[in-house]
């Protein structure tokens, strides 16, 4: 399954509009999240992967995608969460990270529980500081699907290169 992103509307005259933005509902255990669609390049069955040695439990390892080798990052470990658990609707979101320093994105695969829709919130709410089961700094805001309000992650953030390669380094040390 291939998921496309929009491109946001041009904002007209009114210089308070904000654009339509589009965001991926998924499951992490039993909590629901979501990403910004642009983030996403496409959404694939769990397939098979290769271990690397001495990685933290965060790094599920290696695919191959289409020639390419793309790390697999069990987002539930890297948040600290319980981990993935494999079963029918486990998915491998890959996804481009934009890198600080100007380079090009990193294409990474996230592994999650399930992937449900994609959806357009009429805005994002500020991150509440406590209270929810991951660091703030991860959450780019709060929005509301239905009854449900779900965490966005800053994908950008959780997945930053040099914080990796520090908790990697910090792993391979022990």
Do not use: W
Request: one cysteine or more; glycine letters at 6%.
């Amino acid at each position: 399954m291939q998921v496309t992103a929009s491109m946001p509307s041009p904002v007209g005259a009114d210089q308070h509009a904000t654009p339509h933005v589009q965001y991926l509902r998924f499951a992490l255990g039993s909590g629901h999240y979501a990403v910004a669609i642009a983030a996403v390049r496409e959404i694939l069955q769990v397939d098979a992967m290769t271990p690397v040695p001495l990685m933290p439990p965060f790094v599920r390892g290696v695919m191959n995608l289409r020639g390419a080798v793309v790390p697999v990052i069990d987002l539930s470990e890297r948040l600290l969460l319980e981990g993935v658990q494999l079963g029918k609707r486990s998915c491998v979101v890959i996804v481009d990270i934009d890198d600080a320093e100007d380079g090009p994105a990193n294409t990474l695969g996230v592994m999650v529980d399930a992937v449900y829709e994609v959806f357009e919130p009429s805005a994002l709410e500020a991150t509440p500081a406590f209270g929810t089961p991951i660091n703030p700094d991860f959450i780019a805001g709060m929005a509301r699907l239905n009854n449900q309000v779900l965490a966005v992650l800053n994908l950008d953030r959780i997945l930053a290169q040099a914080d990796l390669s520090q908790l990697v380094a910090a792993h391979v040390g022990h």
